[in-house]
């Protein structure tokens, strides 16, 4: 009975057809459809997300443009699809709507290492999305630095945590780790340097050779490369959709542990 509306739902979606869609085509689209809504239940997903601050004194920091929109539309997508999602989250304008998602909200690389390491062990897939900040200053002032009347002052940076590379150290043969990569020359080459060397199942790459596909848009346009090297190349879509494709890929690889 639940074919008889749904195909001629489908059917009119058929331009210049003027058929029926087969009706086992019809079941299959149903239910792809009706998996899709459970396919991560009872799985946990880790996901970071945003900028890090850096802490120069209790007014500055050391930050990046990272809006958070593809971790954020990564958790809600996780989280549509049934998982318990954790969503170690730098400092960004969003807020998760699902309540499938707890945000764990951080400033520093540092606080995210932290956090990730607290539920790592016990997730089944996690997203490393965050654009963390390489250095942090060494030695944080407590009061605000005073403007130098002639000198200007100099601020030591020290190398931060590689919280992908750290979890990839610490990944069981079960778990899947996903990375991000964003380049802007020799892109596929230093993606599948930094799989292999964060020991990744996947990275997601975005080019900021492509237009759409940057920091701050709802947009973006990646490529996928597995840790055979195999590679996707998607089209520019609506971060929600680019979501869908990742987690689609993600499902393809936690068949196969
Ligand atoms: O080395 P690079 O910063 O290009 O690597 C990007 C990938 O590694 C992303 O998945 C990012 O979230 C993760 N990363 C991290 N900790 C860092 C730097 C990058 O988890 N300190």
Known sequence: NIIEPASGYLASGLEGKGRMEEPENILAYLERYFDRTSDLSGKSVLITAGPTYEKIDPVRFIGNYSSGKMGYALAEECASRGANV?????????????????????????????ECQKVFPTSDISIMCA??????????????IKREKQDVPTITLVKNPDIAATLGKEKRPEQVLVG??????????????????????MIVLNSLRDKGACFG????????????????DFALKDKSEVAGDIIDEILKILGKV
């Not at 963390?132 to 605000?144: E, L, Q, T």
């Not at 848009?217 to 996707?232: A, E, G, H, M, Q």
């Open 86 to 114: 954790t969503l170690v989250s730098g400092p960004v304008a969003l807020s998760a709507k699902s309540s499938n998602i707890n945000v764990v909200s951080v400033e520093s690389a540092r606080e995210m290492l932290d």
């Open 131 to 144: 654009a963390v900040a390489d250095y942090a200053p060494a030695n944080p002032s407590d009061h605000k």
């Open 180 to 201: 991000f990569a964003l380049e802007t020359d020799n892109e596929a080459v230093n993606a599948s340097e930094k799989l292999t060397r964060k020991n990744l199942d």
């Open 217 to 232: 848009t709802d947009t973006n346009k990646v490529s996928i490369i597995r840790s055979d090297k195999s590679r996707t």
